[in-house]
């Protein structure tokens, strides 16, 4: 049927262009053809004659015969004359390969079933030449040859699965989605592309528009709670929806949204819930939870307390939509057991569509029963505050702190201090009644606040305990007397005038007294070389009395002030000033002082200072004076367990290098077995001596280099005295290369002794230098 439909079409598109060609030929040669068709039995069409030599269009039904070769159609010149003189040429899309022409006869082929979805339309070009000669018989003529479509495509929807959603409970007629199809065919030809679709799955609940694939709702009152989900199948046919036609179907999944036409509802209309009455505020006691069959926000919920709690409260969980109910205040099992409250339950969105007639809203009963715990301790106070003066004895009242078990039964509770807050042990507490006392003097400058925590603990149940901390307060007592609040350098001049500020003193003091300090300065007695004037403001000026000051007659002068405060009992104390007298020039400034005169702080730390600095020069003049005498004394390595050189000592001398007994002589001949400047591990060096003594060997060098490296050693040991009798690793006698290394033949008078040395120990030697350097051998120190 449709082979018959196509050759039908066909044969209307041949009569056609017979029309249009007969009345006016196109191509290069612009004149009339004349068209005959009397062979169209298998739709091919033949060229016959023509006013100039062909005619320009061939007509070819696609896909269709079943010969490899095709027959498209004849061309034929009035040149030709039957001879086999004539050639004809073709040339254009496809020719030689789609197209082939047989050059005697003129006759068109197609090699092979052409698609016209592929390509619509071939142009060509003929020309018959003389086959002899080669030269053109008639000029290049273009020509189209047309595939003419039949129906073999059919429709495609663009997705074999189409999703869509539209709200439930929608009225019948509502547009859901629309799906299209596509035909490859002609769709100016025929109705091989005309489409026309129907629903095949789906029906009652849609419907589809014929022409356009637009899926509408057919039956009203959808409930997405009843049924959510819908396959529909959906099919497109072309040849406008006739017998014979193809189609083609893809499915749509639908989906009911969901709209907010369900209110809340519980099921169960009461609640019992029970709590602890330990429980912290805003902690949760309970849930409840109401149904709703929406989902998403329509399924949205607000609980509230009908009229609002002193006690409680209820907020909505988020997640669970579930109502939380939570404390406001803290429960307790002696005051009140039982609570009954209503709850509201709403939805947050609502749909004006669906909340005529319907109660979006509902309600529950809660009663909340309170269990009884175990509390530990109540203090009637948190913290304590305590004030205490600072001159109290030990054993004296501090305070009192109180606590009580809020159990019904009042189990009796035991006080005691956490020592680790009362490290020193000033305080002591009363377990049965909490009275606080003081177990040592407490002192105001030492520590203005005492920060302990008591501990209660009932004595049924130890672990039920409660602390709380205790501030105690130390309050002033003027128990310290003023001092200077520094140390002065004082200085007078020797060309001064009387009555010439030389120094302006202040006071300090630790105490605190509550109207501020109010010191006041004097001299103890009358001096005739300075004053003192109370400046009333804390301070106070200290004047010459006369002038002319000799630094010849008296290079300092000690000056007693007494300071006094103003508080209860009155505090004083004498403290000294130190005065130098110095040269100065015409404008005050001063130049040079005595060199006795030092810098001293008048404080009871003087004599200190100058006991330390006196016995220091005394350790120094000790440390020198052994050092010198060091020669005339027993060698200090005596014992023969002392290994500090792996060295064996011995007190007595031998025969040189014919002596082997007590020393191996191979140690100083191979003086690379041992390690060179090795210093101790155990102590850092705080000094190198710069000083060395000239090695008296000048041809030995492997005895020179390990003598040289055992001094060195040596004189690098902080611990070691300076004697040089440590030396005694060292061989005597007539044979010995390294000659005498002992100071025993030394000279016997200490005039030859060299102390240049001493000018390169630094400047804590430079006495020592200036005492020893250049004096004469008779002197001693």
Excluded at 445 to 467: D, F, G, L, Y
Aim: aromatic share 8%; with cysteine; charged share 25%.
């Amino acid at each position: 049927m449709c082979l018959l439909t196509n050759l039908f079409f066909f044969l209307l598109d041949l009569i056609y262009s017979y029309v249009l060609f007969s009345q006016e030929p196109t191509g290069r040669q612009r004149e009339e053809y004349n068209v005959f068709s009397d062979d169209i039995s298998d739709g091919r069409i033949l060229q016959r004659s023509k006013r100039g030599w062909m005619w320009n269009q061939f007509f070819l039904l696609e896909e269709y015969g079943g010969n490899d070769h095709q027959y498209v159609g004849k061309l034929h010149s009035n040149m030709d004359k039957g001879d086999g003189n004539v050639r004809y040429i073709l040339t254009g899309d496809g020719a030689g390969t789609l197209f082939l022409i047989d050059e005697k006869s003129g006759d068109i082929h197609a090699t092979k079933r052409l698609d016209r979805e592929e390509k619509a339309m071939y142009t060509l070009h003929a020309k018959v030449v003389d086959r002899n000669t080669n030269a053109e018989l008639e000029p290049d003529t273009e020509f189209n040859i047309k595939i003419h479509d039949i129906n073999d495509n059919e429709p495609k929807f663009a997705k074999e699965i189409y999703f869509a959603s539209v709200p439930e409970m929608s009225e019948v007629g509502t547009s859901v989605v629309t799906v299209t199809a596509t035909d490859a065919d002609d769709q100016t030809y025929g109705n091989s592309a005309k489409l026309v679709y129907s629903i095949l799955q789906g029906q009652p609940y849609f419907s589809v528009d014929s022409e356009n694939g637009t899926i509408k709702t057919a039956l009203p009152g959808m409930d997405r709670e009843v049924k959510e989900n819908y396959q529909v199948v959906i099919q497109a046919k072309d040849m406008a929806g006739q017998m014979g036609g193809l189609s083609g179907t893809t499915t749509v999944s639908i989906t009911l949204s969901d709209v907010n036409d369900s209110p809340p509802r519980f099921a169960n209309h009461s609640f019992r819930v029970t709590a602890v009455e330990s429980t912290e505020i805003g902690g949760p006691i309970g849930r409840i939870k109401a149904d709703d069959p929406d989902v998403g926000r329509n399924a949205e919920m607000e609980y509230s307390i009908v009229g609002g709690h002193d006690i409680f409260n209820i907020i909505t969980d988020q997640t669970t939509q579930e109502g939380i109910i939570i404390i406001k205040k803290e429960l307790d099992y002696e005051s009140k057991r039982d609570y009954e409250f209503r709850v509201e339950v709403k939805n947050t969105y609502l749909d004006a569509r669906f909340i005529h007639g319907l109660q979006f809203k509902d309600y529950a009963t809660v009663k909340v029963t309170v269990e009884d715990v175990d509390e530990p301790p109540v203090f009637t106070r948190n913290p304590y505050i305590i004030e205490v003066h600072e001159d109290t004895a030990a054993g004296s009242f501090v305070g009192v702190v109180s606590a009580r078990d809020p159990d019904a039964d009042n189990k009796p509770v035991k006080y005691s201090i956490d020592r680790h807050t009362d490290l020193e042990r000033l305080f002591n507490i009363d377990s049965v009644n909490g009275t606080i006392t003081t177990l040592k003097a407490l002192d105001r400058e030492m520590s203005k606040w005492h920060n302990i925590s008591v501990v209660a603990t009932e004595i049924n149940n130890p672990r039920q305990t409660t602390r709380v901390p205790v501030f105690i307060k130390v309050l002033d007592v003027n128990d310290n007397a003023p001092e200077f609040a520094m140390s002065y350098d004082t200085f007078v001049c020797e060309n001064v005038k009387a009555g010439q500020l030389i120094q302006t003193i202040s006071a300090v003091d630790t105490d605190e007294p509550l109207v501020g300090h109010k010191f006041v300065f004097s001299i103890s007695a009358t001096n005739p070389n300075f004053t003192i004037v109370d400046r009333e403001d804390n301070t106070a000026n200290i004047l010459t009395r006369r002038g002319g000051f000799s630094r010849r007659e008296m290079s300092m002068y000690f000056l007693p002030v007494v300071i006094s405060d103003n508080d209860y009992p009155i505090q004083s104390s004498t403290s000294t000033l130190i005065v130098r007298v110095c040269a100065c020039d015409s404008r005050g400034n001063m130049q040079s002082c005595n060199p006795e005169a030092h810098v001293m702080l008048s404080s009871p730390s003087l004599p200190l200072s100058l006991c330390v600095s006196l016995c220091f020069s005394v350790v120094i003049v000790v440390l020198f004076a052994a050092l010198r005498r060091q020669r005339k004394k027993e060698p200090l390595i005596i014992s023969k367990e002392d290994v500090r050189d792996n060295v064996v000592s011995y007190n007595d001398e031998g025969g040189g290098e014919e002596d082997t007994q007590a020393f191996d002589i191979g140690t100083l001949r191979n003086p690379e077995v041992m390690d060179a400047n090795k210093l101790r591990r155990d102590i850092i060096p705080e000094m190198l001596f710069p000083f060395r003594r000239t090695s008296p060997i000048k041809d030995n060098t492997d005895v020179r280099d390990f003598i040289n490296g055992r001094l060195q050693e040596n004189d690098s040991d902080p611990t070691a005295p300076p004697y040089d009798s440590l030396a005694t690793y060292a061989y005597e006698g007539s044979g010995s290369l390294a000659e005498s290394l002992s100071s025993l033949e030394s000279a016997a008078t200490e005039g030859d002794q060299e102390y240049d040395y001493l000018s390169n120990w630094g400047p804590q030697f430079k006495k020592l230098a200036e005492m020893y350097i250049g004096k004469g051998p008779d002197r001693e120190t």
